[in-house]
C-alpha cells in the first residue's frame, strides 16, 4: 500500500509518500514541499498546487490521498486561501480517482505521540523514528504532510468509508 499525506498551504505546501510492504512496517518513499513566493499571484499557487498534486498521484501511484481535517483561525482571509489550497489538492486528488481520508490536527498527534497536543517537533522525531530517517524532515511541511499518511496508515482499517 501507498500513502500521499498532503498538508496544503497557500505559500507551502508539505506532501510525504509513504509505503508498506508487511504488517505495518512503513517506509518513507519521498516528500518535499511546493514554495511560493510572495510575488506569486494567488490563483497561479492554485494551479501549482493542482497540477504538482496530480503529477504526484501519477509518479507514485497511491492508493490512498490523506489530509489533515480544516480547522479554525483566527484571521478569516488565511483560513478562506488555506482551504482554497487545500481544495485544489483535493480535486486534484478526486480527479485521479483516488480515495480520500481526513483526519483531525489531535487525532494526528495523538495517532504518533500518544498527546493530542504534541508540538510539530514531537511529531517530527516521531515520524522520523517510525520511517527510520536519519536526517530530520525540513520544513516542518514535510514532516507535518508524512504524519497525516502515518496516522491514516496506523488507523486506517478497510471497512472504514472514506471521507
Known amino acids: 500500500m501507498i500513502l500521499l499525506g498532503v498538508d496544503p498551504g497557500s ?23 511546493l514554495s511560493f513566493s510572495a510575488a506569486d499571484s494567488f490563483f497561479d499557487r492554485l494551479k ?11 509518479r507514485y501511484s497511491p492508493d490512498q490521498v490523506v489530509f489533515e481535517d480544516v480547522f479554525y483561525g483566527q484571521n478569516i482571509k488565511s483560513m478562506l ?16 480517482d483516488r480515495p480520500l481520508y481526513t483526519y483531525a490536527a489531535r487525532e494526528i498527534k ?31 511541511d514535510i514532516s507535518d504532510a ?4 502515518l496516522c491514516h496508515g496506523l488507523r486506517f482499517r478497510p471497512d472504514k468509508s472514506s471521507k
Open 48 to 58: 501549482t498546487i493542482y497540477s504538482e498534486t496530480v503529477a504526484l498521484i501519477g
Open 110 to 140: 495523538q495517532a504518533l505521540t500518544g498527546n493530542g497536543a504534541a508540538s510539530k517537533e514531537q511529531v517530527r522525531r516521531m515520524v522520523m523514528a517510525v520511517l527510520h530517517l536519519d536526517k530530520a524532515p525540513a520544513p516542518l
Open 146 to 149: 508524512l504524519a497525516i499518511a
Open 81 to 96: 486561501q488555506l482551504g482554497q489550497a487545500r481544495g485544489a489538492a483535493l480535486v486534484a486528488a478526486l480527479n485521479c
Open 11 to 33: 505559500r507551502v505546501t508539505g506532501y510525504g509518500i509513504i509505503g508498506r510492504q508487511d504488517g505495518d512496517q512503513w517506509f518513507h518513499i519521498a516528500s518535499g514541499v
